[in-house]
């Protein structure tokens, strides 16, 4: 009779071998003795110097702009929009465009990681959504407190200022300069 128990089982491990067999040659075999001779000499090579060396970041050069309703971020020779307005943008916009209208604020943070900028979500009213870009992630981030997204005054826009990498706006700060995007009440 086919598919006996014994048949089955032999199917399962003939299969496991393959496995292992498989993953040996993707991942290769060492020979633990070699590895552990190459890894004693170079232990005696390194100084203390070699040991910590701060990382060297080359900055990339930035630039903001505000063009034709657009919100451009020049970033060595790239270019990316970051929200328009349709009634006055003059290049195509995207799907995945953020959209403003009327007025449009942004502050660069201190150590040029961030950007932050409130969008006019219609042409009526006086209140913006804030957002801050992540530079060097090139992430767009939604103000948040308590998980509720913060919308502010036009007027309050344009008081925002950054402090040692926290976003400082009336009432709120950020709760973490790592993520100045999640405000906290003062």
Sequence with gaps: MEGTRNERVAIIATSYVIGFVTAFILFGIN???DTAT???ANVAEVSAADVYKEPKLTPIPIAITYENGSLIIKKGD???ILTQNPILATTLIKPETRLHYNNLSWTLSDNNSYLFFCEQQNTEGNYCIGAIYD???ETVHTLTTDGVN?????PASTLIRWKQESLDITGFTSSDP???WILQSN
């Design 78 to 80: 790239k270019d990316i």
């Design 31 to 33: 020979n633990p003795t």
């Design 135 to 137: 530079i060097s992630n």
């Design 150 to 154: 913060l919308s502010l005054s036009l």
């Design 178 to 180: 790592a993520k100045p």
């Design 38 to 40: 190459t890894n004693l």
